[in-house]
C-alpha cells in the first residue's frame, strides 16, 4: 500500500482544505479501510464551523461512510481485506469498563467513542482506521447499495437511539422535535415502535414529505408559536407520552416538559452547541416531582447494532433512500458537498458522495 494519502481536512476552525497525511498504521485488532461512500453529517458542520469539539488542525473530516476492508490485524477474526462494510460513527473500545456497563458510547471517557473526525482523523480520505475491528464493523449486506449504507453509520442508529431513550411503547402518542435526518429516523423508529400518532415539529417541506412517508400522522412549526402550545391544543390539552428531540437548542427542552404528560419520557439526541444551562421549567416539571423523565445520549456504535439496522434495510423494512437527496461522484465533490451541508438549502436532507 502507498505511504501518503490524501484527505479532505479541518485545517483550523472556521477552514477546511486538502491535506496529505500518512497512511495509519494498522494495529493487530484494527482494520485500514477504504471508502466507497462518504456522507456529510450536521456534525460536520458543527465541528468546522462552531468548533463544536474544540480547535482541530489538519484533522481529517467526516465520520459516515461505507468502506472496503484493505488490511486487518493479526487478531481479527471476522474481516478480511476486499470485505465491503458498514461503518458505525461511533466505534467503542469494546474492552472498557464503561463498555462492560453498557455505555459503550463513553468508552474511556465522556462521548469518548466517537473517535472519527474528534480524537483521530475521520472517513473523508484515501485510506480510514478502524480500532477494534471485530467489535465494530459489519459486513454491507450485498442488496444495500452504498449510498444508502452510509445513512447506516450515524442517521438511523442516532434517530433510532432517540426512539430507545425516549422509550417509545405501542400506541404511544410521540412529538417528535426536528425532523431532519436524525428526526426523521426518529419518526421511523417511533413507527416501527408502534406509536399510534407521530407529531412532527419542522418546517422544510421534503423533510415534511418524508416524516409523512415514515409515519408521522401531524405537523408542527416551531416558527408559529410555541410548540407546547400547538401540542396542548392538538391532544385536548393532555399532551404526549413521549418526546424526541433531535432539534432545537437548550429552550427546546421547556417545550418538551410542557409537551409531556406527567410520568412521560423525553430523550435527546440533539447536539447543543451554546448556552451553558438547559431550562427546565418548574410547574410543569411536576415542580421536581412529575416522574418526567428527561435522557440525553449519544448513539451507541458497535457491529450488533449495525448488523442489526442494516437487516432492517436490507430486507426492506426501512427505505432509506428519502434521505439521500443530493449524490455526488468523486473526491472532487466532497467540498461541494460539505458547503452544501452548510447551506442547508430547503431542499436538503442529506448530501453523499460516492467514491467507486
Ligand atoms: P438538521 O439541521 O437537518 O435538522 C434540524 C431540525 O430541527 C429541522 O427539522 C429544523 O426545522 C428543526 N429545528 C430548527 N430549529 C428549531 C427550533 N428552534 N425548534 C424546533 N425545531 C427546530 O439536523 P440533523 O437532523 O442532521 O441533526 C440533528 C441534531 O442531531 C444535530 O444537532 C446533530 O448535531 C445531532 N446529532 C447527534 C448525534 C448523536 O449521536 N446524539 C449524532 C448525529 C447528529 P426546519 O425544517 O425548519 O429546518
Ligand atoms: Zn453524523
Known amino acids: 500500500m502507498e505511504k501518503m494519502m490524501k484527505g479532505f481536512a479541518m485545517l483550523k476552525i472556521g477552514e477546511v482544505g486538502w491535506i496529505e497525511k500518512e497512511v495509519p498504521t494498522c494495529g493487530p485488532m484494527d482494520a485500514i479501510c ?13 465541528t468546522v464551523w462552531e468548533g463544536a469539539v474544540g480547535d482541530r488542525h489538519n484533522m481529517i473530516l467526516g465520520h459516515e461512510c461505507c468502506a472496503e476492508v484493505v488490511e486487518v490485524g493479526s487478531m481479527v477474526k471476522d474481516f478480511k481485506p476486499g470485505d465491503r462494510v458498514l461503518v458505525p460513527a461511533i466505534t467503542p473500545d469494546w474492552n472498557s469498563l464503561e463498555a462492560q456497563a453498557g455505555y459503550q458510547m463513553h468508552s474511556n471517557g465522556m462521548l469518548a467513542g466517537w473517535k472519527f473526525s474528534n480524537f483521530k482523523d475521520g472517513v473523508f480520505a484515501e485510506y480510514f482506521h478502524v480500532n477494534d475491528a471485530d467489535g465494530n464493523l459489519a459486513i454491507l449486506p450485498d442488496n444495500i447499495d452504498p449510498v444508502d449504507a452510509c445513512m447506516l453509520s450515524d442517521m438511523v442508529p442516532t434517530g433510532f437511539h432517540g426512539v430507545e431513550l425516549a422509550d417509545v411503547e405501542f400506541g404511544d402518542t410521540v412529538l417528535v422535535i426536528g425532523i431532519g435526518p436524525v428526526g426523521l429516523m426518529s419518526v421511523a423508529g417511533a413507527n416501527m415502535r408502534g406509536a399510534s400518532r407521530i407529531i412532527a415539529v419542522g418546517t422544510r417541506p421534503n423533510c ?3 416524516a409523512k412517508k415514515y409515519g408521522a400522522s401531524d405537523f408542527i412549526s416551531y416558527k408559529n408559536g410555541p410548540i407546547e402550545e400547538q401540542v396542548l391544543a392538538m391532544t385536548n390539552g393532555k399532551g404526549v407520552d413521549k418526546v424526541i428531540i433531535a432539534g432545537g437548542d437548550v429552550d427546546t427542552f421547556e417545550a418538551a416538559v410542557k409537551s409531556v404528560k406527567p410520568g412521560g419520557k423525553i430523550g435527546n439526541v440533539n447536539y447543543l ?11 410543569a416539571w411536576g415542580v421536581g416531582m412529575g416522574h418526567k423523565q428527561i435522557l440525553g445520549g449519544l448513539m451507541p456504535g458497535g457491529r450488533l447494532r449495525m448488523e442489526k439496522l442494516g437487516s432492517l434495510v436490507a430486507n426492506g423494512k426501512l427505505d432509506v433512500k428519502p434521505l439521500t437527496t443530493h449524490v455526488f461522484e468523486g473526491w472532487d465533490a466532497i467540498p461541494q458537498a460539505l458547503q452544501l451541508m452548510k447551506d442547508k438549502p430547503a431542499d436538503l436532507i442529506k448530501p453523499v458522495v460516492k467514491l467507486y
Open 34 to 46: 477504504k471508502p466507497l461512500a462518504i456522507a456529510i453529517c450536521t456534525s460536520d458542520i458543527h
Open 273 to 283: 452547541g451554546n448556552g451553558d444551562y438547559i431550562k427546565i421549567p418548574r410547574e
Open 208 to 210: 415534511i414529505a418524508a
